[in-house]
């Protein structure tokens, strides 16, 4: 239980920054809950859709049609001069994400996490 509740707050909080720049991943999780119990369980789950909302807003659109995935994949593969590939650029966390402590009003607390988010709302 609880992760449902996590891949929708990530799905309607992706589709809310896409339409009016702005998240409530704090506020959807409260709605959902009221609806049903468990929805997101632990603070790692919080933290994660937290962080999967943040990806998704600083990689903008990575999709790929899937008549150019083989191409796509080959170009990944390569290794530059400085013998690292275009799949190890691409999954580097960024280092302009500092980790931060997080207050989490909603579990009742703060902890240490790698988001930036420490509002329940966001400007992207």
């Known amino acids: 239980m609880g992760r449902t509740g996590s891949l929708i707050t990530i799905d309607v909080e992706s589709q809310r920054a896409e339409k009016e720049k702005v998240v409530d991943p704090f506020n959807t999780v409260f709605q959902l809950r009221q609806q049903r119990n468990h929805m997101v369980q632990t603070e790692a789950q919080y933290v994660f859709l937290h962080d999967a909302i943040l990806e998704e807003a600083n990689s903008g659109n990575t999709e790929v049609s899937v008549n150019k995935l083989n191409q796509r994949m080959r ?17 580097q966390v960024s280092p302009s994400i500092p980790q931060s402590s997080v207050i989490c009003p909603y579990f009742g607390g703060s902890f240490i996490g790698g988001s930036a988010l420490v509002s329940a709302t966001m400007d992207l």
């Not at 990944?76 to 999954?91: P, R, T």
């Open 75 to 91: 170009e990944l593969e390569k290794v530059d001069q400085d013998e690292e590939s275009g799949y190890k650029k691409e999954f």
